[in-house]
């Protein structure tokens, strides 16, 4: 089965100069296509760290899209990093020589064209905020940094190459908000509904409020049994005298 990864690129991140909007935008995009991530990455702007992250991802089975460090100035270090963990040289690609060439100009040298010269085999991404493209090597996907531009462009991806992935169904989530229980009260319920329904995928989520504390329990699964999960769950409440309400 393959799983969607992302590597979030940027110094800035980590000490707390800019809030990262990537992973939120991304759980958007592949909600709306029935898909869920499998990891998140965030990393900063080490090159030794980049490579050793893509090498240890370079496997047929992920999908990965790695978000910042493929401009033209000398912070960013995505695209050298890509080579290396590749093991291919860099190479101006000739497609986006000429989209660089139509746009810039002369102005395209000697800079702007190191942002495709790019991983030898690479295919480019289209970029509609600015046309100047990003990248794939395989089931590796690079965008900018920049998350106006980086949300279409994943989108493109997506609806390109990994369309056959969406689920002809989408799986249906149901939650619960349970009262009065703690976690370890409702593990007997868990390990019950694991055993009736194994393809669904659960989640138990302890919240407190200002009022008074409650356990968010939710179950994932296929359309066709879905249904019956739920009301499972329910009477197995019901028959622990716990108070309970549908969430939101």
């Not at 592949?30 to 760290?49: C, H, K, N």
């Not at 900018?144 to 997506?158: C, D, E, N, T, Y």
């Not at 190459?161 to 370890?184: C, F, H, I, T």
């Not at 200002?210 to 019956?228: A, N, W």
Request: net charge negative.
């Amino acid at each position: 089965m393959q799983k969607f990864n992302l590597i979030i690129i940027g110094d800035e991140l980590l000490n707390g100069r800019r809030s990262d909007c990537h992973l939120p935008n991304m759980i958007e995009l592949m909600a709306e296509r029935g898909l869920e991530l499998y990891r998140s990455l965030m990393i900063g702007d080490t090159p030794e760290l980049i490579i050793e992250t893509l090498r240890s991802l370079h496997e047929a089975n992920n999908i990965v899209f790695c978000f910042g460090g493929i401009g033209a100035t000398p912070d960013d270090y995505t695209r050298q990093c890509a080579a290396q963990a590749f093991s291919v040289p860099l190479l101006v690609h000739e497609q986006g020589k000429k989209i660089l060439e139509d746009k810039f100009g002369d102005q395209a040298y000697p800079h702007r064209i190191h942002m495709v010269t790019i991983p030898s085999g690479s295919r480019l991404i289209p970029n509609p905020y600015n046309n100047i493209p990003g990248f794939s090597y395989e089931h590796f996907h690079f965008v900018p940094g920049f998350p106006q531009m980086a949300k279409p462009m994943i989108a493109w991806v997506l609806d390109t190459y990994y369309q056959d992935l969406s689920p002809a169904m989408p799986l249906v989530r149901r939650s619960l908000l349970v009262y009065g229980k703690n976690e370890g009260e409702l593990v007997d319920l868990m390990n019950a509904l694991l055993t009736k329904y194994a393809d669904i995928k659960l989640s138990c989520l302890p919240r407190i409020d200002v009022q008074k504390t409650y356990v968010e329990l939710s179950v994932l699964g296929d359309p066709s049994q879905i249904d019956s999960v739920y009301q499972y769950m329910v009477a197995e409440l019901d028959a622990m005298s716990a108070e309970w309400q549908q969430a939101p």
